[in-house]
């Protein structure tokens, strides 16, 4: 059984950072990739980034590139969102999600119904 579980998220200060980080069970992520989403309330799920791991294809979207970053631990089978010089826009729910798949992540975006999420994680960015 696959399972990914996101973490980290909180209230933040605008300018502030935060580390979500998105682990994993039952699949091993480093042979997939990983992608991310938000949800803000009112509003439809959103790729913001992606990394596949069949090809390293990368894509970010417009409004976090430059400020949000991923890492990842293949030890702990955990991957890392560092999110830098956030703002109040970026207050939303982030979703992890991967797929066994292939093609669900290139330079143009990220398919939106991928196999496997993540629960969520609330990032409030407000003063």
């Known amino acids: 059984q696959v399972q990914l579980e996101e973490s980290g998220g909180g209230l933040v200060q605008p300018g502030g950072s935060l580390r979500l980080s998105c682990a994993a069970s039952g699949l091993t992520l480093r042979y997939y990739g990983i992608a991310w989403f938000r949800q803000a309330p009112g509003k439809e799920r959103e790729g913001i980034l992606c990394?596949?791991?069949?090809?390293?294809?990368?894509y970010y979207a417009d409004s976090v590139k430059g400020r949000f970053t991923i890492s990842a631990d293949n030890d702990k089978n955990t991957v890392y969102l560092q999110m830098n010089n956030l703002k109040p826009e970026d207050t939303a729910v982030y979703y992890c999600a991967t797929d066994r798949n292939l093609g669900w992540c290139s330079q143009r975006g990220v398919y939106r119904y991928l196999e496997h999420w993540g629960q969520g994680t609330l990032v409030t960015v407000s003063s």
């Open positions: 990394v596949s791991s069949s090809d390293g294809t990368t």
